[in-house]
């Protein structure tokens, strides 16, 4: 049986800088994701893909965008201890910033 690639954390809440959500913290190492799952709606995305600049995160990371309605976020998520900080990048036309984190849940 394999083992799974899914971490969860229930009772988690993120400060998204002009909104607090409260739910399930879900990392799934397989698909790089990290998500926010809320009983009342949709996942809230935490990490974004950046394949489209041919870019992968390690085992065990994710990309976190820190623009637009993520300005932030990475350092409050480390501040929070659910992840730690690794390499910062720069992507897209405008130069914008991302960071490779690695997920501490």
């Known amino acids: 049986m394999a083992e799974s690639t899914t971490t969860v954390k229930h009772d988690v809440t993120v400060d998204f800088g002009g909104i607090e959500l ?3 913290l879900v990392h799934d190492d397989e698909n790089r994701v990290l998500e926010l799952e809320d009983a009342e709606g949709p996942a ?3 990490s974004i ?3 489209g600049y ?3 995160p390690e085992p065990g990371n994710i990309f976190i965008k820190d623009w637009s ?6 350092a409050r998520l480390a501040q929070a201890g659910l992840v730690t900080p690794g390499r910062a990048l720069t992507v897209g036309p405008y130069s914008s910033a991302a960071y490779e984190v690695q997920v501490t849940l």
């Open 69 to 74: 309605e993520h300005s932030g976020l990475t």
């Open 49 to 51: 893909s950046l394949q």
């Open 44 to 46: 809230e995305p935490i």
């Open 22 to 24: 409260t739910g399930a």
């Open 54 to 56: 041919g870019l992968t």
